[in-house]
């Protein structure tokens, strides 16, 4: 089985949900909840995760009223669970109002920020919006004169804390759900609007500080924690344990990543969809289809492979079910000679950590062998696009890393059409793989901020190319979280400059940082210098070595079962 660590950990303050425990959680809880549902691979999932736990820390005292969970939909026991909320993409937040039934899937976020601040807000107007309102949410609208006049008359608490703001501030909301837990302070907003009220109270400042105003509310004499328990039961899934680390080589290609992509893209990427139908239909069978036209695979698997084809032709219906496709994957299995083997086995996609590398790094391993396989062996004739076309539609349809799918999308709708050859299909492919790599690297020097004056290639803003000097950071000024990434065979060509674009690191595995690929010591011949010192592909050279890197009598075939 494979190894399934989740991004979150039951220090996080973030609810950890998996089959036994999200009833209990979603359906009836006194609180709002908001979930997120991500895939430990997806890195955009990855570059989110330390912001969802800083909005965790950040709202802590707002528990009773709303509280957050997570769940990784790529883990096998959580697979259909995120299917039934209805997740086809990651990350996807859902809101579930308090009280919400058990069949409820919740109110998914569209476009959510990827702040702090700009979270909190988003969950503060859904919790302005929710019908039934959870019991422990203090009123959030704004008050009057009125009703401060008869206050104390009312209410048995010491300290009523007005904030007088603008309508678009969320600060008094804010500052009313951060001193929900604490009694003897009720905390109203007033819209600067009530001028009776401003001129009244003699407000003249505004400042915008809602760590002050809670921070100073909370500390007041007389408020105390009310030490209300915790509304909604925490129950940590435990994580199954990381396999061994599987020693290989970093030139090669294995059977077992091909595999196991295909295993997961099967039984768990399209799991996700309940129903397929029209464009998503014609993917799927585009994407089988291809597959059993080029996938160099064992004969159990192509047996596999073709009878899943043929069933799909036969499908004549708008839809299908995955239910029933899910039985022809595992009905064929019952035949010793027709299988496609359960599980993941990552071994040249192996990532430093469970969250790294892994099913997106099997996806163009996928790809690339499929081009290849197509230029080798397809008859004249083939419409040289077929495979580029079938990864196109698989990606637009499933992919469940949906900023992933869309920058792919627009790169095929920018330049696809320029592919006239199963040789151009090849490196197009190679080189929008390139585009993706460039765009995602953690570029940088050396790591311990170490003074170095040689110069290095990061992946830069566009192809290699057309690289510009861009920036020059001293080393000293960078934080020892960023790494290196270096063409060595270009450190003596531009002595002294220094091009440097930094990113997020998260999504890369510092064991296998970003690089134009292939490096120099992988193919010398693929790399040549312009008269101006700038680096150029020898494309001439750079077809030979993919169509022998990805070839199919490559490919290596240990930890297979
Ligand atoms: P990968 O980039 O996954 O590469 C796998 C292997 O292919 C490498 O180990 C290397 O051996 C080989 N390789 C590397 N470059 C090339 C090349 N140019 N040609 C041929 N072979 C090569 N992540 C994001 O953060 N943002 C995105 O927008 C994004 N878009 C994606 C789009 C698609 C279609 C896919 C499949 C993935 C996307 N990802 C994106 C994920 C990201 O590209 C990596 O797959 C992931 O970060 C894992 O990286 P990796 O180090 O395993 O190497």
Redesign the pocket.
Known sequence: PAAEAGLYSPSDQIILLNPENVESVLANSTAAIVAEFYASWC??CV?FSPVYKSLARDIKEWKPAVDLAAIDCAAQQNIKLCSAYSITGYPTLKFFHAYSKADSKGEAYKAFPRDVQGLRHRIIDKLENQEPWPPACPPLEPTSQAEIDSFFETNNVQHLALIFEKASSYIGREVTLDLLQFENVTVRRVLSTEQDLVTKLGVTDNIEARHFYSYALQRLPGVVRSGRPPLVHIDHPTNSTEEPWRPFN?SRVYMADLESTLHYSLRVELAAHTVIRGNALVSLKKYISVLTKYFPGRPVVMNLLRSVDSWLQNQSGGEITYEALRKILDNSAQSPDTALPEGVRWV??Q?SQPH???F??G???L??VLTVQAKSTSPRGTDPKEVLSA?RNY?RSF?G?R???E??ENMARESMVEVDSTSSAVLW???R??R??N??AACVLNSRGQKDTRAFMCLLPRHLNTIQPTAFIHPSSLSSSVRVAVFPSFHSQSPGTHIIRLTSAL???PN?P?????SPEMCSACHTVRDNREHKWNKEQVLPF?MS??SSSRILTDYLE
Request: glycine residues 6%.
């Open positions: 890195g955009h570059a970093r040249g996609c990532g790294l590398r892994r997106p790094c996806m163009w391993t790809f690339h990864m990606v992919f890393c900023p992933c799918a920058h792919f492919l190679w080189s793989h390139n993706v790599n765009r995602i999504s890369e595995d296998f970003k690089i134009q690929w292939p993919l890197y990805f």
